[in-house]
């Protein structure tokens, strides 16, 4: 796996303590979107109505009686990181929360159960390409079902029991409602959340790990921060990027970071700054088109 040394970054880095005029627009576009993000965490997006398409059936139970989940779709759900089955797996297996499914979690609706019995159904939407993807996979089928019963636990607060079935002759429950979901007016920020790293292997004593936040800031640009309070400048700082991989070393051994991303990183591209008074090193990460 081909790296960017530092020294393709280390210019950057240097004008960024220097405030030079490049380094400061760079700055500008990370503390900008920093800023949107903070902004989508706290306020209250608009939101546009939806018709989820039926897709297949699952009945459980709870204690208040028996539940479905209809499985729907819709184009208007955002698709989830493009990796094939064995880099998720790799990720699962270190039980790492890197990958997710966006998903719409419908309200809860009485419905009539085929011997005319009160029963619970909840309508839960992915993107229409992934449903299709997913289709053809009994992982990530399994997968789905067990991400939307989980947040439908958490939203809801139920205790759903963990066995369940897909119905043959019923693609859905009752009726499917229109669903409610974020719009896409703004351009859209996504949080990408914990990711596995190699550090996470390391013992306790030795290089501390710093905090990561790592997000898209549009389709074809990733964006990083890593807190680095013990620092108050970049001299010292090594970093290294390749096409799915960030390394980071701090002065003195006092940070390590191994990170490895589910994304083409144009490494060539990427350009670094540290910004004195928060203390962090901001990272942006140019991406390649994934290989058809």
Same mark, same amino acid.
């Given at each position: 796996m081909a790296m960017a040394d530092l020294n393709l970054l280390v210019p950057e880095l240097n004008e960024a303590e220097a405030m030079g005029a490049e380094t400061a627009?760079? !700055?500008?576009?990370?503390? !900008?979107?920093?800023?949107?993000? !903070? #902004? $989508?965490?706290?306020?209250?997006?608009e939101s546009t109505q939806i018709q989820? #398409?039926?897709?297949?059936?699952?009945?459980?139970?709870?204690?208040?009686?028996?539940?479905? *989940?209809n499985i729907c779709h819709s184009p208007s759900i955002p698709p989830p $990181? +493009? @990796?094939? &089955? +064995?880099? /998720?797996? #790799? @990720? =699962?297996?270190? +039980? !790492?929360?890197?990958?997710?499914?966006p998903m719409s979690l419908g309200e809860p609706h009485a419905e009539l159960d085929a011997k005319g019995q009160g029963c619970t159904a909840y309508d839960v939407a992915v993107n229409s390409n992934f449903y299709l993807r997913m289709q053809n996979s009994d992982f990530l089928r399994e997968l789905v079902i067990t991400?939307?019963? &989980?947040?439908?636990? +958490?939203?809801?607060? =139920? #205790? /759903?029991?963990?066995?369940?079935r897909i119905l043959k002759n019923r693609p859905f429950m009752g009726s499917i409602s229109q669903q409610n979901i974020r719009s896409q007016q703004r351009p859209p920020i996504q949080e990408l959340g914990n990711l596995y790293t190699a550090d996470s292997l390391r013992p306790e004593?030795?290089? &501390?790990k710093p905090h990561l936040n790592l997000w898209l800031e549009a389709p074809d640009l990733l964006l990083a921060e890593i807190d680095l309070p013990k620092l108050d400048g970049a001299l010292g700082l090594s970093l290294e990027i390749g096409e799915d991989h960030l390394v980071m070393g701090g002065p003195q051994q006092l940070y390590h970071?191994?990170?490895?991303?589910?994304?083409? *990183?144009?490494? &060539?591209?990427?350009?670094?700054?540290?910004?004195?008074k928060r203390r962090q090193l901001m990272v942006a990460m140019?991406?390649?088109s994934m290989p058809s």
């Open positions: 627009r760079f !700055q500008e576009l990370l503390l !900008q979107a920093s800023k949107e993000l !903070q #902004q $989508a965490q706290t306020s209250r997006p989820p #398409q039926p897709g297949f059936c699952i009945k459980t139970n709870s204690s208040e009686g028996k539940v479905f *989940i $990181a +493009d @990796m094939t &089955e +064995d880099e /998720l797996l #790799q @990720m =699962l297996e270190e +039980d !790492q929360a890197g990958f997710r499914i991400i939307a019963r &989980e947040g439908l636990e +958490d939203k809801y607060s =139920l #205790q /759903l029991n963990p066995e369940w004593a030795g290089p &501390e970071l191994d990170v490895y991303i589910p994304l083409r *990183i144009n490494s &060539e591209e990427s350009k670094a700054a540290f910004h004195r140019p991406l390649l």
